[in-house]
């Protein structure tokens, strides 16, 4: 009984919206922004399945949040350091978005930012990535709130406010290529401050790393920059309903592993996808499609169908682990239950045995005739061959018990 239910349990959960939806909805980020231009190339991907992919456009990650929280959004990219929902799953980290912090040339700004203070900061506005990441970074450093002057200024704004001189520094969470970052790369007015006590920081700050920018990591010609740069990175990751089905999941990690898997001046070729220290709990089939790669019956099956075959796989995994000792006691039970079946009896005929011992003669043909009944029940019993010796030897002591009483008779 048990082993059907599970079953159906396990076939209930395989049927399931069995077809997936054809249509997803993607926050991503400002129209051109890099957040923005990754929600396209997802959609292009999906389109070659048919699926229908909403690019919904954003203020940013925080933004992104939002939308996912109350259920706007399906599928969305967060960057690192901002707070999502715990209800929230990830498919996966997909890249690493450097901490960029410019300065003035001549400022005497310390790479230790726990000394921060009485700064003008350009960090970008309320609901931007960087000004998320600019909090985490300081709550992980121990600056006291209202140490710095935070000016609303990101992007082209923020990198021509510094150009300018109207602010001490500029923070940027871009990638490399981030167009507005080329003129700061190229001017010797401002300069890219290398962090310090990185290890300490990253292990306070949630989805970051510590890398290094190689000297030439922008260019070799000129050489930008001309060292080797410390710096703090934070894990953009790919969040997403925990609903969400699991034909989409499939595909939406596929797409990151076509376009997130390459090699880049910060990480090694085939780093990302991955499911390594991530804030957020991990959808179980993101994370095996991660580890093992697609399933090879992709070759023969539709994706959609496949997806949910490794989905009732996974489903079905822990059930086996549960069951599996009762599998192995499974033979035990069924041996103690042949034997009970015979051992019932062996009370009955021990009483009327040890009855005939005491009785008078007259009541001895009562006590035969019902251990004859008691041996006709014993050859009817429907046994499995291994166990009808159990019923033979029964029948055994029923005979030595009524020879035991036609001796008393005859005597």
């Known amino acids: 009984i048990l082993m059907a239910i599970t079953a159906a349990v396990a076939l ?51 933004e992104n949040a939002r939308l996912l929280t109350d259920g706007s959004a399906d599928v969305g990219v967060l960057q690192g350091g901002v707070e999502a929902s715990p209800a929230l799953e990830t498919l996966g980290n997909l890249f690493l978005e450097p901490l960029f912090v410019f300065t003035r040339a001549q400022s005497p700004i310390p790479a230790n930012p726990g000394t921060w203070r009485g700064l003008e900061l350009a960090v970008g506005g309320e609901g931007s990535g960087t000004r998320a990441a600019y909090r985490s970074l300081s709550e992980a450093a121990g600056i006291p709130p209202d140490s710095n002057t935070l000016v609303a200024r990101g992007g082209t704004a923020g990198a021509n406010a510094l150009l300018a001189g109207e602010v001490d520094a500029a923070l940027f969470v871009a990638p490399l290529e981030a167009p507005y970052l080329a003129p700061l790369f190229a001017s010797d007015e401002v300069r890219l401050l ?9 292990g306070r700050l949630e989805q970051s790393a510590h890398i290094q920018l190689p000297a030439g990591g922008i260019s070799l010609s000129p050489v930008v920059p001309r060292e080797t740069i410390e710096m703090v990175a934070m894990v953009a990751r790919l969040a997403a309903q925990p609903d969400l089905h699991p034909a989409l999941v499939d595909r939406l990690v596929e797409a990151a592993r076509e376009l997130h898997s390459g090699r880049t001046a910060i990480h090694a070729e085939g780093r990302f996808p991955n499911t390594d220290r991530t804030s957020l709990t991990a959808d179980a089939y993101a994370r095996d499609l991660i580890r093992s790669g697609p399933s090879p019956l992709q070759d023969y099956l539709p994706y959609w169908v496949v997806a949910q075959i490794n989905r009732f796989a996974i489903l079905l995994l822990p059930i086996f ?24 009896y062996y009370q009955d005929i021990r009483t009327l045995e040890t009855a005939a011992h005491n009785a008078d003669p007259g009541a001895l043909g009562e006590l035969d005739a019902k251990l004859a009944r008691i041996d006709e029940e014993l050859a009817s019993l429907s046994l499995p061959l291994p166990y009808r010796d159990y019923a033979y030897t029964a029948r055994l002591h029923v005979d030595l018990a009524r020879r035991k009483i036609a001796n008393r008779k005859a005597g």
């Open 12 to 62: 209930w959960f395989l049927s399931r919206d069995l077809v997936p939806p054809d249509r997803v909805r993607f926050a991503s980020g400002g129209e051109g922004g890099g957040y923005h231009g990754i929600a396209l190339a997802y959609r292009d991907i999906l389109a070659r399945d048919g699926i229908e992919v909403e690019v919904l456009t954003t203020a940013g990650s925080v």
């Open 194 to 202: 290398g962090l310090g006590y990185l290890d300490a920081l990253t």
């Open 321 to 344: 682990f549960l069951l599996l000792p009762l599998l192995r006691l499974l033979p035990t039970i069924y041996r103690w239950r042949m034997r009970a079946r015979v051992y019932s």
